[in-house]
């Protein structure tokens, strides 16, 4: 059975925030197409610094901020709660995960000088500025791997990291997500609502005009 293999990918690594406010950027390479064929995922990963959010992310985040997720997540489609769609007569499984909103110069929609939500702030921000790479091995394992953007002022200043919390914390946040999509996967499954031949694409936010 395929198992999940979380790894830090790096050797000793020093970080410290220096709360500067780069990863407050959103990058979203625009070169690529809406739709992202899972052999192109890895590449797109490499060049996009998106903040991907959990249920629990979104729920905390429009608690203590009182606004709607329509105010602040961003996908490809209409954001419904529904992270999985089907098109192509059951051919195309299409993830549209919701990630974050920019503002029209890249920032997050809650940067103003410093993060106005820092408390409850997503899995994805807290990690930054390590990165997780995902990656199906021959055998069926999905592999995360967790490296770092070399470019954060922070790195190779403070503490050493704590690599064994950080595999903890990403796999929290691929439990928090398998549990978001899987329900929805299991159902259309069931339904018949996905054919057994489909093929699987992630979305880029943003691209789509919305309606």
Known sequence: MPRVVVKAVF??????CQRCGSCCHHKRPL???ELIPMERLKEFCERSNLIYLTKKDINSISKRTGKDPVKFVDTLYDYDGCS??????????ILDLPVMKSKADTTCVFYENGCT???VRPIACRLFPFRVEEETASN????LNISYNPTCPG?????????????RQVSELFMQRASDINPQLQRMIASGAISANAKVYRTLPGKREKK
Not at 11 to 16: P, Q, S
Not at 140 to 143: A, E, F, I, K, P
Not at 155 to 167: H, Y
């Open 11 to 16: 050797e000793n690594v020093k970080f410290k």
């Open 31 to 33: 070169d690529f197409e």
């Open 84 to 93: 999985v769609k089907v098109e192509d007569n059951a051919r195309k499984v």
């Open 117 to 119: 939500i820092y408390s």
């Open 140 to 143: 069926g394992d999905t592999l």
């Open 155 to 167: 790195i190779g200043k403070g503490e050493p990291v704590d690599r064994n919390k950080l595999e």
